[in-house]
């Protein structure tokens, strides 16, 4: 029954039988595990939330490893977090910084907390920061041109090297598929992973803004160790012992 099994144990049980049909229905999951369509649809967000299945109407379908849900379907995962999130990293924005902001639905929660800063050059290859940065009119932005990604809104390949080696931005503020101390700042996305590379090296300080959930992800390939971040931006609830060993190393981490 309900009761008899805990709440974590019984969704990795329907990970696994997700896993193991590809895709199911409510009424399947609430017969298969003795459970009510209430409790099926919470431990469906739940999985969905860690990016383990994606819940389609009906039901759910598996995710592929290191699959990434498109862009659009991520924005409300951790809404509250990420707008924290890009609360305080805006704190690391000064007058007069020439920043650049990378794709993702973290990073964009940034724009907003820029208002206000004078003498502010904003450069991004992110559609999404693009169209938020169109309502601050005080702030000159450069468009990183490039090849579409339509599941992330992201400009990529070789285009973005080429425009980079003109310009000069003295931080990067990056979202992250998957990060850990051990594994490094991770990627999904070969492509992807290629143009991430010229953007974190083209300024001196990195920050990175990750929610709790990308902290030990398995990520598909190693985007650059975990010390080029020179700050981590995340939430209240990342793991304490991430926190402290990033500490250790000397990469301030801020909890919003």
């Given amino acids: ?85 890009g609360e305080r990293a805006a704190q690391f924005v000064d007058d007069g910084d020439t920043i650049l902001i990378t794709g993702g639905t973290t990073t964009v929660t940034l724009v907003p907390h820029l208002k206000g800063i004078s003498d502010l050059t904003v450069i991004t290859n992110s559609v999404n920061c693009v169209s938020q940065l169109a309502h601050y009119p005080d702030i000159t932005t450069v468009v990183l041109g490039g090849w579409l990604r339509h599941s992330e809104l992201s400009l990529l390949g070789r ?46 300080q990195v920050i990175v803004m990750a929610d709790h959930t990308k902290f030990n992800r398995q990520g598909v390939v190693r985007l650059a160790p975990i010390t080029v971040a020179s700050v981590i931006v995340t939430d209240t609830e990342a793991p304490s012992s991430e926190v402290a060993a990033l500490n250790a190393l000397g990469i301030r981490v801020i909890q919003a």
């Fill in 1 to 85: 029954m309900e009761n008899e099994m805990l709440s974590y144990e019984r969704q990795n049980k329907i990970a696994d039988y997700i896993r193991s049909n590809q895709s199911v229905t409510v009424k399947e999951l609430k017969d298969a595990f003795d459970i009510s369509p209430s409790t099926v649809r919470r431990d469906l967000e739940a999985l969905e939330t860690e990016h383990l299945i994606r819940r389609v109407h009906g039901g759910a379908v598996a995710v592929s490893d290191g699959e990434e849900l498109p862009i659009l379907e991520r924005a409300a995962h951790q809404a509250a977090a990420k707008r924290r999130i």
């Fill in 159 to 204: 285009f973005v090297d080429r425009m980079l080696e003109e310009l000069r931005p003295n931080k990067v503020f990056h979202g992250i598929y998957s990060l850990s101390v051990k594994g490094g700042l991770m990627g999904s996305d070969f492509q992807e992973v290629r143009t991430d590379r010229g953007l974190i090296a083209a300024a001196p």
